[in-house]
């Protein structure tokens, strides 16, 4: 239908409503029997009513063809409809829209660059004409692309074979080659016990680490996993942990302090399977407790007794240790390396007694001097003189007895005379009675020599001065008359 809406002296104005199809009206106009006529083309057109892309993949492998498909439906006249795919404002493919509803599909390669990018397609009607320029954009929502890497290769898993029980170790798990490597989630688990691992990230790797707690209830082989999960994939690796029990073996002594020529039982006892070795003798047969009797002497003191448990855990031989000492109580020995009997010194030197005594408790050493019991302290460097030269009784005490030991003490006078002073020797070094025996018969013999020299000497000068008063008697006879 058509209404007029102005008019003029030679022109009308009508209003076209509800106008179907593409149509021509004609205009016709009279004018003295003359008539004119004139058309125009008008063309209906429709935007569509629906453009929408297809919903992507949540992820997309790198590397892979990803198609993108674009669903139109109205729009009208289909002629001048096409429909653009893109890429954020990038043109990746323009086709016409055919059928109803129309269906435009493209494929692209997902690539690295791709990831985070949106994509979307858009129709133009085109309606362009000498006159005018008509150009309808509808455009669909955009859908965000994520593009990812996951290698074929699986985790590398870092873990200890064994674990004892009460004892906390580290596990790694660590992959390469991700994309984008923040992405990646790290799942560790040890059998249904959950790990919180902390996890560094690097260029395009990850590394998840996290502590494991052997517990008890744990106790025998279990199987650790880790899975790292990326674009809705996972790569998996597993290895084996074994947890075992394996306390130190007990050492016992029936008594770790005793008295000499007392017997002790020493026992030790370990893991059931375990084999123990007592002071380096293994148990026979082949077994987790081993014991043996000893008769404590004064040896025996401050003897460290051994025990060791071996245990085999995954293939590996695990050893554990204990040791004790054993104390003997005995009484003072007093022998010649520890307290020398004889010592020189000389005079005006500086010398140390040396006189210590051997025995559990320490036993203490006192000497004193045979007649006036004087003291002469052990241990203590001294300015040598005559005066302490003598028989010196050293005593060593302690709770389980004493003993008593005699030391001389001789000492070199600075005088000519060479003598003892007192009768005793004590030196830094052994005294040298060899020596003092040399000197004193060396001087023995340069005195007799001396003497026959002189004697001898005595003897000549006498034959001299007679033989020269018989010459001078001779003389005066032959010089006398007769």
């Known amino acids: 239908p058509k209404e007029l809406v102005k008019s003029g002296t030679n022109w009308k104005t009508y209003e076209l409503s509800d106008i179907q199809n593409d149509s021509t009206p004609l205009c016709f106009s009279n004018c003295d029997k003359t008539q004119t006529t004139a058309q125009v083309s008008i063309t209906v057109y429709s935007l569509p009513k629906r453009v929408e892309l297809a919903p992507l993949p949540h992820w997309q492998p790198v590397g892979e063809n990803l198609t993108l498909r674009c669903l139109v439906e109205g729009g009208t006249p289909r002629n001048n409809l096409s429909v653009v795919l893109l890429c954020g404002d990038k043109e990746l493919s323009r086709q016409p829209a055919v059928g109803e509803p129309a269906e435009v599909t493209t494929m692209v390669q997902a690539g690295k660059d791709n990831d985070g990018a949106n994509f979307s397609c858009r129709t133009e009607l085109d309606l362009q004409s000498q ?22 290769t699986s985790p590398h898993l870092v873990a200890p074979e064994r674990m004892e029980v009460g004892t906390q170790m580290r596990v790694d798990c660590t992959l390469d080659g991700l994309f984008p490597v923040l992405e990646a989630q790290v799942h560790l688990a040890l059998k249904d016990q959950r790990l919180e691992p902390t996890v560094t990230y690097n260029k395009d790797s990850l590394c998840a680490s996290a502590w494991v707690k052997a517990n008890i209830e744990e106790e025998g082989t279990q199987q650790l996993a880790c899975a790292v999960t990326l674009g809705g994939q996972s790569q998996r690796t597993w290895g084996n942990v074994t947890i075992y029990s394996f306390p130190a073996p007990n050492l016992t002594l029936s008594q770790p302090n005793v008295s000499e020529w007392t017997e002790v039982r020493v026992e030790c006892k ?29 040896e025996d003191d401050g003897r460290i007794i051994s025990c060791t448990a071996a245990l085999e855990v995954a293939g590996k031989v695990l050893h554990k240790i204990k040791t004790l000492e054993l104390r003997v109580l005995y009484g003072p020995r007093l022998e010649e390396n520890d307290c020398p009997g004889k010592w020189t010194w000389q005079e005006g030197s500086r010398g140390t007694l040396r006189c210590q005594a051997r025995g559990n408790p320490t036993p203490k050493v006192n000497c004193t001097r045979k007649g006036d019991g004087s003291q002469l302290f052990t241990g203590h460097e001294m300015l040598v003189n005559r005066n302490i030269s003598g028989t010196y009784m050293c005593q060593a005490t302690n709770r389980q007895g004493e003993v008593t030991r005699e030391v001389v003490v001789n000492v070199i006078c600075k005088c000519q ?44 000068k006498i034959r001299e001065y007679k033989l020269q008063k018989a010459q001078e008697a001779a003389a005066m006879k032959l010089n006398t008359p007769p």
């Open 131 to 152: 006159k005018e320029k008509l150009l309808f954009q509808n455009s669909s929502v955009p859908r965000q692309l994520r593009t990812f890497v996951l290698p074929k």
């Open 270 to 298: 370990a893991h059931a399977r375990a084999v123990v070795t007592l002071n380096g003798t293994q148990a026979e047969p082949p077994g987790p407790s081993a014991h043996f009797l000893l008769n404590a002497s004064a």
């Open 417 to 460: 005379c060479l003598g003892l002073g007192r009768a005793g020797a004590m030196s830094l070094v052994q005294p040298s009675l060899p020596l003092f025996v040399i000197l004193v018969t060396a001087i023995a013999i340069l005195g007799t020599v001396g003497t026959a020299f002189y004697l001898y000497n005595r003897q000549r």
